[in-house]
């Protein structure tokens, strides 16, 4: 189970005032960690590596969409 794994990690980091990096493709751990820290590392149409903060636009936060529906909503629009 991931939840316990990552509460753990979160604690740990935060006690010892550490960075840890995570990299994932699972929906909780993104959901988990945007509310923390979480950036975003992308490479729009396969060229250089672009780097940004996991920002979700305020009146889709507050209409409750989480970070995993707007990663793969953001995702879904590059090609546009």
């Known amino acids: 189970e991931i939840q316990p794994f990552l509460v753990h990690l979160a604690d740990l980091a935060e006690d010892r005032g550490a960075q840890i990096i995570v990299t994932s493709h699972?929906?909780?751990?993104?959901?988990?960690?945007?509310?923390r820290a979480c950036i975003v590392l992308d490479r729009p149409g396969g060229g250089a590596t672009t780097v940004s903060d996991?920002?979700?636009?305020?009146e889709l936060r507050d209409a409750g969409m989480t970070a995993?529906?707007?990663?793969?909503e953001r995702g879904s629009n590059d090609g546009e």
Do not use: G
């Open 54 to 58: 996991l920002a979700i636009p305020a």
């Open 26 to 35: 699972h929906p909780y751990v993104s959901d988990y960690l945007a509310s």
């Open 68 to 72: 995993s529906q707007w990663l793969l």
